[in-house]
């Protein structure tokens, strides 16, 4: 697993961004795995921003989403379809066709989670996955104690991740406590994952993920095992990592091979 701490949220997402941006420039036709929630909201603005000045083209890619609320369908400004649109795919050249959120509103979520599977195995499996983390640990919505080799399927949101998730909710609105969620091992098979967090109110989480034992008490642990991940975090969400030092080393390294090797 490698850890990069920067300064700030903006050098987070800008780091996240280039991941992303050379991604796409080495497979034009790339599948890209997304999040929503506040984090990647920074890195989606730098996307829009680069795809705009013609540095990067979402054409011939297409995107698998983690997560959905199961109740509500893609037009209800609460899903996370509906946030996808708002916050970068109606402004930037990706075929809307080409763009996959878990469906919320199905009347048969168990096939619509086995569709989810297939249809992400058929377009050839995620080469770059972006992720957030709940306070919690959960990645996506595996919340803590979910199987470390689990698929996606309808999972019961954690009391904690509705209270982190209440202020996106107005007193009027029913916020839904069930989710269709890409699994663990669905993450895991990703070619390579990206975390990012920001804030001191992910650092412990941040801790437990990078220097806990991998664990489902903690479902981003699990990336531990993934064969080229990257946690990308801030200096406050790195504040109770022990091991800062050294990260800041082994990134300086890896800058000086890449400037060396030209990547
Ligand atoms: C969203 C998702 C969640 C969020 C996590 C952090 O698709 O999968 O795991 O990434 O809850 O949310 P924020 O970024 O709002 O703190």
Do not use: W
């Not at 796409?24 to 999040?35: N, P, R, S």
């Not at 402004?91 to 096939?111: E, M, R, S, Y």
Request: hydrophobic fraction near 40%.
């Amino acid at each position: 697993m490698q850890v990069v701490i920067l300064k700030d949220t903006d050098a987070v997402a800008e780091y996240g961004a280039q991941l992303f941006i050379k991604q796409l420039a080495k497979k034009t036709d790339a599948v890209l795995g997304l999040a929503t929630g506040s984090t990647p909201v920074a890195l989606y603005q730098k996307l829009i921003a680069a795809n705009k000045r013609g540095e990067v083209s979402f054409k011939d890619s297409c995107s698998f989403n983690l997560d959905e609320y199961l109740g509500l369908a893609g037009d209800h400004p609460q899903s996370y379809r509906y946030f996808m649109q708002q916050q970068l795919f109606d402004h930037i050249d990706i075929d809307a066709a080409q763009t996959f959120v878990p469906a919320g509103d199905t009347d048969n979520p168990i096939a619509a989670c086995q569709d989810y599977e297939d249809m992400i195995r058929e377009k050839g499996g995620i080469d770059i996955q972006l992720l957030g983390i709940g306070t919690n640990g959960h990645i996506g919505f595996n919340e803590p104690s979910s199987g470390l080799m689990s698929r996606t399927r309808v999972k019961t949101l954690a009391p904690a991740t509705i209270s982190d998730n209440a202020r996106f909710f107005s007193a009027d609105e029913e916020q839904p406590h069930l989710s269709i969620t890409m699994g663990i091992g669905t993450i895991l098979d990703s070619r390579q994952s990206v975390l990012l967090a920001t804030g001191a109110a992910k650092a412990s989480a941040i801790a437990a993920t990078v220097e806990g034992p991998l664990t489902a008490a903690c479902p981003a642990s699990a990336l531990q095992m993934h064969p080229n991940s990257v946690v990308v975090i801030d200096e406050e969400a790195a504040s109770k990592l022990e091991n800062t030092e050294f990260y800041k080393h082994v990134e300086r390294e890896n800058q000086k091979l890449k400037a060396k090797l030209g990547l």
